[in-house]
C-alpha cells in the first residue's frame, strides 16, 4: 500500500525530518574521540523530547536505542555501546523520530580527523550519490531510476559496491512504508513516482564486497570482508516541480565545521 501525503502532511514530515536534522547537527558537535556511541545516544534522545518529538527507532520491532550507530565495517543497525570511538573512525548514525504523528528519517556518515584518502573518498562518492539519486525523484519516473542512478555512480563510476539486502522505503505515518527503494537496478522499472509520494532514500555502500552478515546481537549488519560502509539518507517529497528534501544535512555540515575532530565531508551540489 502505498500512501500519498497532502500538502498538509508534507509540512508536518518536514518538521519531523527538520528535528532529525537537528538532532544530528547536535550529534556532530558532540562527537568526540573517548566518548562512546552511548553517551551521544543518550543525548540524542534527550534532545529529541527536549524538542517535543519521540525516539522513532526506540522500541521499534524492539530494537533498543534512540540512534542506528553503526561503526567503521558495521553498515547500518548497530546498537549504540560502551566501545569508544578512536580517531580513525567512521560511524553512520541513523537517526528517526516521531513528532505530530510522522516519521522523519535520515542519515549521516561521520569521520574522525585520522581517516584514510580512501575511506574519506568513499564517503564523499557515498553522498553524493544519494543526490544522484534525488535528481531522479520525479513525478513520472519510476522507483528503478532512482536505484540506477544510485548504483551506476557508486559501481560503474567510481567501483564500489552497493549493499542489496537493504534498501530505501517510504515513510510517512509508519517508518517503513511501501514502495521498496532499492540502490541498484534498471531505470523505467518498479513503482511509478507521483506527486506527494515521500521516500527515504539511502544508499548504502561498501568499500570492498558487497555482501553483508549480521552479528549475532540480531541487528548489526557488517560488511562480509570487514572493510568500512557508508550510509547518507534523506526523505524526499516527489513534487510538482521536483524533488522536495525534507531532511537538511546543511545543519550537520554546519556543526561539523565547528568540531575539529570530525572531518568535513563536503560535496558540489
Ligand atoms: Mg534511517
Ligand atoms: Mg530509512
New binding site residues.
Given amino acids: 500500500m502505498i500512501y500519498y501525503k497532502t500538502n498538509e502532511e508534507i509540512e508536518l514530515m518536514r518538521q519531523s525530518n527538520l528535528l532529525v536534522s537537528k538532532t544530528l547537527a547536535h550529534i556532530a558537535e558532540i562527537l568526540k574521540v573517548g566518548k562512546n556511541s552511548k553517551q551521544i545516544d543518550k543525548s540524542a534522545e534527550e534532545f529529541i523530547k527536549d524538542h517535543g518529538g519521540k525516539p522513532g527507532f526506540k522500541g521499534y520491532r524492539g530494537f533498543p536505542a534512540t540512534l542506528c550507530m553503526s561503526i567503521n565495517d558495521a553498515v547500518v543497525h548497530g546498537i549504540p555501546s560502551d566501545r569508544v570511538f578512536t580517531e580513525t573512525d567512521i560511524v553512520s548514525i541513523d537517526c528517526g523520530v516521531v513528532l505530530n504523528g510522522f516519521y522523519g ?1 535520515a542519515a549521516f556518515t561521520f569521520a574522525f580527523k585520522n581517516i584514510t584518502p580512501e575511506v574519506r573518498r568513499l564517503l564523499k562518492v557515498t553522498r553524493e550519490s544519494l543526490y544522484k539519486g534525488i535528481s531522479a525523484a520525479v513525478i513520472g519516473n519510476r522507483v528503478g531510476d532512482i536505484s540506477f542512478h544510485i548504483q551506476h555512480y557508486c559501481e560503474k563510476i567510481h567501483g564500489y559496491s552497493i549493499v542489496r539486502e537493504l534498501v ?2 517510504g515513510v510517512g505515518r509508519n517508518l517503513h512504508e511501501d514502495p521498496e527503494v532499492p540502490n541498484f537496478g534498471q531505470r523505467g522499472k518498479g513503482p511509478i513516482l507521483k506527486d506527494g509520494l515521500v521516500l ?1 532514500i ?1 544508499p548504502m555502500v561498501n568499500l570492498g564486497v558487497r555482501g553483508v552478515k549480521q552479528l549475532n546481537d540480531g541487528w548489526t549488519i557488517l560488511t562480509k570482508d570487514g572493510k568500512p560502509s557508508a550510509h547518507y ?1 534523506h526523505s524526499v517529497a516527489i513534487r510538482k516541480d521536483g524533488p522536495d528534501i525534507l531532511s537538511d544535512h546543511s545543519y550537520i555540515d554546519e556543526s561539523i565545521k565547528k568540531n575539529d575532530e570530525i572531518v568535513d565531508i563536503s560535496i558540489n551540489l
Fill in positions: 528519517d530505501g522505503h527515504a539511502e539518507e
